[in-house]
DNA sequence: TTTTAAAGTGCATTATATGGCTCTTTTGTA
DNA sequence: TACAAAAGAGCCATATAATGCACTTTAAAA
């Protein structure tokens, strides 16, 4: 799935901020539990849980503009 | 919800495409009942339905480091 | 080693997203 | 105006996300 990228995003900036994942459950208000799921790779998170889990870190969901440059 | 700029992104650019809801609804795979749903400014997609439609529209969801102002 | 905090998992419940069908409202165009 | 296409909304069945609780596994420190 596609959102495992954005969930590597969530995983590095709390393991860069030296964030536990219950800190950051808390923090964000999301459920623990969810929070397990996700960065064991499990789950289809909703735009609001993946708001909530970005605001609490600094990070921002967006929308960019697929440039056809060349590849990755 | 902040969402919203996320679907306001998908209806742009559908808009600047010239793509009707049900032509996206069929190229990206998501129920036209749900697109007009977030069109209308309701509901709370999964990443895996803003992916489908971003696909479809050449948008790429990303985790952005909020700069508050000045930062580097 | 032993200990312990953090991370991962199974199960059950509740909440809600999805999507089809149908109808109404809005909008653009002749 | 009138008409047709597009957009929005109500109903509702199904699928699944969110969550808590209890347990297991992992990893790092003592």
Redesign the pocket.
């Known amino acids: 799935m596609h959102f495992k990228s954005l969930i590597r995003s969530i995983?590095e900036r709390?393991?860069m901020l030296q964030?536990?994942?219950?800190?950051?459950?808390d923090l964000s208000?999301?459920?623990?539990?969810?929070?397990?799921?996700?960065?064991?790779?499990?789950?289809?998170?909703?735009a609001?849980?993946?708001n909530?889990l970005g605001n609490a870190l600094g990070l921002e969901l967006t929308f960019q503009v697929k440039t056809t440059t060349a590849e990755e």
């Open positions: 995983k709390r393991e964030v536990t994942q219950e800190t950051l459950a208000g999301v459920g623990l539990r969810t929070l397990k799921q996700f960065e064991s790779g499990k789950g289809n998170p909703t609001e849980t993946l909530k």
